[in-house]
Each structure stands twice: as C-alpha cells, then as structure tokens.
C-alpha cells in the first residue's frame, strides 16, 4: 500500500484489467472520456491528489484534453457512476472528465511507476476501442449495401409477383382488342 502526503487515506493497489478500464470509459459531447474519481483509483491515488497535480499544471490541459460536467451531464451519468449528494461529506465540485489526449498527458505529471503503468494500459485500450470501432465500420457499411441489394431485389420480386397475380386472374384483366386496319394506297 502507498501513502500519499501526510494526511491521505492509504490507498490500496488495484489489479487492472482492460475490462475494469472500458467500464470506466464513458462517452460525453461526443468524445470518450474518463473521470476523474476513475483515474485516481486506476492510478492508486486519492482523487483530490490528481486534481492538484493537474491544477499545478494547467497550462497541459486545453479544454479538449479535460473539462468540468455540467449538472446535465451528471444528471445522464448518475445511473451509471455514483456520486455523493452535497451535505454528506462527497464532492464539492462537479467531477472532471478527460479525454483521451488528457488522459495521455496525465502520464506527464503523475510520475509514479503505477500511473505510467497503468496509463499505458489505458492509451492501450483506447487504441483498441478505436481498431474496433473501424472494423465495425466496414462490417457496418457491407451489411448496408447487402440491404439496399435486398431491398431492390424486394421490389423486383413484388413486382413479379403482381404480374404473376395478373396472368393467373384473367377476370381481372380487362383485355383491348386489337384491330388490324389495312389501308390501300392508290
């Protein structure tokens, strides 16, 4: 077990698996993200230590590598991750989310062997996701175009159909006849 600072609880080490990671991925305004509750279990830290790390180092994280949730954000996640309602010793502030490219940079200032260890561990299933994400495209994109064949295939076999459901019904069909004029030209 690690101590972190003078005051911290000891924080216990956690066997990581890919699973236990992409349970911890969620997907807001378009982008996966992770929290930041997530990352400091992952990384073996007290969540207030890796927000002052990352407060001490700002200038690292733009707004497309970590922002705040909205109380709209929370409120979708709240089925999915716990928080603590204000009033009962629980978070103060709105949790931060990472993205991908802030969770790399994290690596940068959380210099313990576990936080890089288990940073590439994440980079890693991050790439992966996206590797899957670009097969399932194409599977995507093939079944599209089998559908549309089906589909124009369907109508073609619905219209053989209705002319099969013709020939067989002659009391149905109202016939012309057909006259033959001959003319003479003189």
Known sequence: MKKHGTRSKLIKPLVITDDSIINKIYFIRGQKIMLDRDLAILYGVETKVLNQAVKRNLSRF?????????EREIKSL?????????????RRYSPVAFTEQGVAMLSSILKSETAIGVNIQI??????????????????????????????????????????????????????????KITTHA
Do not use: A, W
């Open 123 to 180: 980079i890693r299933v991050f790439t992966r996701m996206k590797q899957m994400l670009l097969s399932n495209k194409d599977v995507l994109l093939q079944l599209e175009k089998i559908e549309k064949k089906l589909n124009t295939r369907n109508k073609d076999i619905q219209l053989i159909f209705k002319y099969l459901r013709q020939l067989l019904n002659p009391l149905q069909q109202t016939r012309k006849r057909i006259d033959f």
């Open 62 to 70: 733009p707004e497309d590598f970590m922002f705040r949730l909205t």
């Open 78 to 90: 709240r089925s999915q991750i716990v928080t603590s309602k204000k009033g009962r010793g629980g």
